[in-house]
């Protein structure tokens, strides 16, 4: 069982920046492939980003291309989505997930094996 918890959500005003951190249990955090997710209110799922086990290839939706970038610490079990330059069409809850094992990017939230509770992130205009 991996359990996946995120931080760093909060309030920002258009144009601001912050970073979400996702802490991973497990002893093979480097084995897994990692992203995240969003969902506005009243909105399905959405893919923002994700990562390979060996953060060497990353994947990203089209809206964010250029503002978001995933990364990995394997010694610390965490991956990291930097936001910055945040719209307010941004808010949502943002929700980690991970695939365990898997050697490249997984893209579809079926595949995801665990996820985490979300964090909340609000963009003021």
Not at 28 to 35: E, L, N, Q, R, V
């Amino acid at each position: 069982q991996v359990q996946l918890v995120e931080s760093g959500g909060g309030l920002v005003q258009a144009g601001g920046s912050l970073r979400l951190s996702c802490a991973a249990s497990g002893r093979t955090f480097s084995t897994y492939a990692m992203g995240w997710f969003r969902q506005a209110p009243e909105k399905e799922r959405e893919f923002v980003a994700a990562i390979d086990w060996s953060g060497t290839t990353t994947f990203y939706t089209d809206s964010v291309k250029g503002r978001f970038t995933i990364s990995r610490g394997n010694a610390k079990n965490t991956v990291y989505l930097q936001m910055n330059s945040l719209k307010p069409e941004d808010t949502a809850v943002y929700y980690c997930a991970a695939k365990t094992p898997a050697r490249s990017i997984v893209i579809g939230p079926r595949q995801y094996d665990y996820w985490g509770q979300g964090t909340q992130v609000t963009v003021s205009s």
